[in-house]
């Protein structure tokens, strides 16, 4: 159980160009959803935090407007890169939080990643 | 702000080897989790702690929740190459939020 998926799993775009990253939880239903991205040889670092039905929650120094987070359903959300640009290329990663029923509430269960290059 | 610190920072070992990295933070926290990220992959949670002191085995992983619930460390007995991978100890703030450290690199030499 508590399976995540993301797609596509990896994708190439000219500069400029939007691109959508689909985070799905598989057979739980997810509240929260998180997204992160991470560079090469580096930490995971949380982009913003995403509740169904709300708007998301990003952290500092990351644009919302740049980052558009959609969490339409309990089982999927997503980010939308705006008019990406080659600095945008990175792995990025989401996480889905289980609710009560579902375990313990601390617990993320991570996406395989979507690797992003942009030319 | 909270300082998360995993050592080391990677590890080069021979097959069968027995391995231990901790985690330390200048903060308390309530939980701690244990994941591994193979290249290209999310990471996988591994183990979960919830209470100071709890000890907490998954096969040949153990993990345990220091007392005074600023560290944590995770033991691999007798590694095999599947082991390979980077090994983070991120904890829940408020909201959930979980804040990575830089990991721990594991390699193993057949």
């Known amino acids: 159980g508590a399976v995540v998926s993301q797609h596509p799993s990896w994708v190439i775009c000219k500069s400029g160009t939007s691109v959508k990253i689909e985070c799905r939880s598989l057979d739980f239903q997810a509240t929260t959803m998180f997204w992160y991205r991470q560079f090469p040889k580096q930490s995971l670092m949380l982009m913003a935090t995403?509740?169904?039905?709300?708007?998301?929650?990003?952290e500092q120094g990351v644009e919302k407007d740049k980052f558009l987070i959609n969490h339409a359903s309990l089982t999927l959300s997503t980010l939308t890169v705006t008019s990406a640009h080659p600095e945008d290329s990175s792995f990025y990663i989401c996480?889905?939080?289980?609710?009560?029923?579902?375990?313990?509430?601390?617990?993320?269960?991570f996406g395989p990643g979507t690797r992003l290059t942009v030319l | 702000g909270q300082q998360l610190n995993q050592s080391p920072q990677s590890m080069f070992i021979q097959e069968g080897e027995d391995v231990s990295m901790n985690c330390t933070s200048s903060?308390?926290?309530?939980?701690w989790l244990w994941y591994k990220q193979e290249p290209g992959e999310g990471p996988v949670l591994l183990i979960a702690?919830?209470?100071?002191?709890e000890l907490t085995s998954n096969g040949r992983l153990t993990a345990q929740f220091g007392i005074t619930r600023k560290d944590s460390f995770l033991n691999i007995s007798a590694s095999i190459p599947s082991d390979v991978g980077i090994y983070f100890c991120?904890?829940?703030?408020?909201?959930?939020?979980?804040?990575f450290g830089t990991g721990t690199r594991l390699a193993v030499r057949p």
């Open positions: 702690l919830y209470k100071a002191g």
């Open positions: 995403s509740n169904e039905g709300s708007k998301a929650t990003y």
């Open positions: 996480s889905a939080r289980a609710g009560l029923a579902g375990g313990c509430t601390d617990t993320q269960y």
């Open positions: 903060s308390i926290f309530n939980t």
């Open positions: 991120p904890t829940a703030s408020s909201g959930d939020k979980l804040t």
